[in-house]
Structures are given as C-alpha cells and as structure tokens.
C-alpha cells in the first residue's frame, strides 16, 4: 500500500520561501514520476511542477522559475522548494505519485495535501 504525507506548508509573507517535502511508503519510489499539484479554493487542482526516476524536470508557467523540485530516492522523498511567493499562490498542495513513465495517465496515488497560505 502507498501512503504519500506532504509536510512543510505554512503561514508566509508575499516574497518569501517555503520547502514542501513528501515522503512515500511503498510504492517503488525510485522508478516512479513524482509531481507536485496545488488547488486553491473553487479552483481545479494544477500541475506545478513533475521529476521523473532519472532526474528529469517539468515546471508549468504557474509557477516556473520561482519553484524547484528535487528528490532523494535514499530518503523516498519529493521536496517543492518555492521563491518569491505571491498571494495568489495560496492553496493546498499536493503530493502525486504516477507511474514510470507518466504522472497525468495510468494508477497513481495522492497525499492528503499540504497548505501553504501567502499573506501579510
């Protein structure tokens, strides 16, 4: 069974950091694709950012060079280091497990999500 815990959300003011971590159980980390969502209130949960098995990025334009997605497969945890916040990237954020090859096709699994509130 997979269990994926996001940690690391919090209160920040507009134009500071935070450091999301996932850590996952079972699963096979090291040959799957992690990525990071986020999903604000009414809105649709949206790809922020994947890493595949080999190390391989993708950022969305949503946040794309403020955010940096890392992973230690020794540690089976996903990280979403994130810059220069704005108020309007206030949501929950959510940890996702895909497969090898894919995080939007085929079995995959969630955290429960992590909130990061921007505000002064």
């Known amino acids: 069974q997979v269990r994926l815990v996001e940690s690391g959300g919090g209160l920040v003011q507009p134009g500071g950091s935070l450091k999301l971590s996932c850590i996952a159980s079972g699963g096979d980390f090291g040959s799957k694709v992690m990525g990071w969502y986020r999903q604000a209130p009414g809105e649709e949960r949206d790809l922020v950012a994947t890493?595949?098995?080999?190390?391989?990025?993708y950022y969305r334009d949503l946040m794309k060079g403020r955010v940096t997605i890392s992973r230690d497969d020794a540690k089976n945890t996903v990280y979403l280091q994130m810059n220069n916040l704005h108020t309007g990237d206030t949501a929950v954020y959510y940890c996702?497990?895909?497969?090898?090859?894919?995080?939007?096709?085929?079995?995959?699994?969630w955290g429960q999500g992590t909130q990061v509130t921007v505000s002064s």
């Open positions: 996702k497990m895909g497969t090898t090859v894919s995080i939007v096709s085929g079995p995959h699994y």
């Open positions: 890493i595949g098995p080999q190390g391989g990025t």
